[in-house]
Every structure is written in C-alpha cells, then in structure tokens.
Nanobody, 122 residues
Framework: QVQLVESGGGLVQAGGSLRLSCAASGSTFSSYAMGWFRQAPGKEREFVAAISWSGYSTYYADSVTGRFTISRDNAKNTAYLQMNSLKPEDTAVYYC???????????????WGQGTQVTVSS
C-alpha cells in the first residue's frame, strides 16, 4: 500500500499553467504505475494521464493530449502533472493514484490521494 498526497492546485486563468505534484510514501514507489484522474461536480471521475513504473510509457486522455505532461521522479517518490493551455473545462478536483499496471481504468487503481482543486477561470 502507498500513501499519496497531491499538491499544486489552485486558481488560474484560461491559457495558464499549473504543475501538480503527487508525493508517495509507505511502499516502493518505483514499483507502481501512476495515474492522474479528475472529477468535476456532478460528473464521474475520469482518466487524465498515466505513466509506467519506469517512466518510459505514458498515456493521455484525448482531451488533454498535447497540453498535459505526466512525469515521475522515482528518486523523489513523486509524480507530476504539468498542465499547460488550461481551459475552463479542465476545472475539477485532480487525484493521483497508484496501480500495479499502467491503465486508464479507475477500478485498476488501489491507492488514491485526497485530491487537489484546479479552477480555470475564463
């Protein structure tokens, strides 16, 4: 089991950037694939991006491809989500999660952080 804590959320204008961080503890971070998900009010939690344990493979939702970049630093036990060209529709609570496999399926992730709010104003 791994404990996850997100940070870096906030209020930004459309077109701006934010970098989210996900700090892990309690288990071997480098053995887990990591994912970022988001949930807007009244909507289901949706996949944003995922990265393999090595960092060599990354996957993105179509809605964020070309704007968001997922990365990780196994030496620092931290995963990141760089978000550029933000749009009002990116407004949501963003969660990081850990899984034994790299996937976009919510149910495949066992450990979750508490989430960080991202609000993009128009």
């Amino acid at each position: 089991q791994v404990q996850l804590v997100e940070s870096g959320g906030g209020l930004v204008q459309a077109g701006g950037s934010l970098r989210l961080s996900c700090a892990a503890s309690g288990s071997t971070f480098s053995s887990y694939a990591m994912g970022w998900f988001r949930q807007a009010p009244g909507k289901e939690r949706e996949f944003v991006a995922a990265i393999s344990w090595s960092g060599y493979s990354t996957y993105y939702a179509d809605s964020v491809t070309g704007r968001f970049t997922i990365s990780r630093d196994n030496a620092k036990n931290t995963a990141y989500l760089q978000m550029n060209s933000l749009k009002p529709e990116d407004t949501a609570v963003y969660y990081c999660a850990a899984s034994e496999v790299v996937t976009g399926k919510v149910d495949e992730y066992d450990d979750w952080g508490q989430g960080t709010q991202v609000t993009v104003s128009s």
